[in-house]
């Protein structure tokens, strides 16, 4: 099971918004409503932000959102703030093995 | 409040064995599948196994099958990993994480981690 691709970077200034992709296959993102998004500070336990696409877990800040459309996901980050700094992974329930996780896009605040 | 902390990690020599412990509280351990993720130096997130609240279905990534061994123990509400003929390539941090449904399918994302234990394999 290959890893899911996302870009290795996104960047924004404050205020901004940005969008992070996650293009898996028909076989992951493409037929299961199971995606979700992580972020993750180095050296921190990592923290769920999404799941099931486009549902935020309480606590999480609304202006992070997910969707899906065909085979690749979306994370938008709206009002872009220098807390957001970090890595992000999307993650998919895949027929072949269960999970898959992309291969991460890390965020630099400008 | 709701905590999972990972131990037994360090430094092996290649083809040696380790198990990894995950111990739960705060929440009803017996009631969640379970899993462990791990990530190597500079690399991104790496599923490793998924285990299902009660024990009796288990699954692996590829890079892991018919060498590691996830169960559980509900009873002392802990998660194991048990590693064999490790390699290079399982030097990373191991974390935990616990699936986000209650008796869900193991498949709903990870809701709760902990803070991971360091496995290295160097001769």
Known sequence: QSALTQPASVSGSPGQSITISCTGTSSDVGDYKYVSWYQHHPGKAPKLMIYEVSNRPSGVSNRFSGSKSGNTASLTISGLQAEDEADYYCSSYTSSSLYVFGTGSKVTVL | ?123
Not at chain 2, 44 to 56: H, P
């Open chain 2, 1 to 123: 409040q709701v905590q999972l902390v990972e131990s037994g990690g360090g430094v092996v020599q290649p083809g040696r064995s380790l198990r990894l412990s995950c111990a739960a509280s705060g929440f009803t351990f017996s009631a969640y599948a379970m899993h462990w993720v791990r990530q190597a130096p500079g690399k991104g997130l790496e599923w490793v196994a998924t285990i299902s609240y009660e024990g009796g279905n288990k699954y692996y990534a590829d890079s892991v099958e018919g060498r590691f061994t996830i169960s559980r123990d509900n009873s002392k509400n802990t998660l194991y990993l048990q590693m064999n003929s490790l390699g290079g390539e399982d030097t990373a941090v191991y974390y935990c994480a616990r699936d986000r449904s209650y008796y869900g399918s193991g498949r709903n994302g990870m809701d709760v981690w902990g803070q991971g234990t360091t496995v290295t394999v160097s001769s």
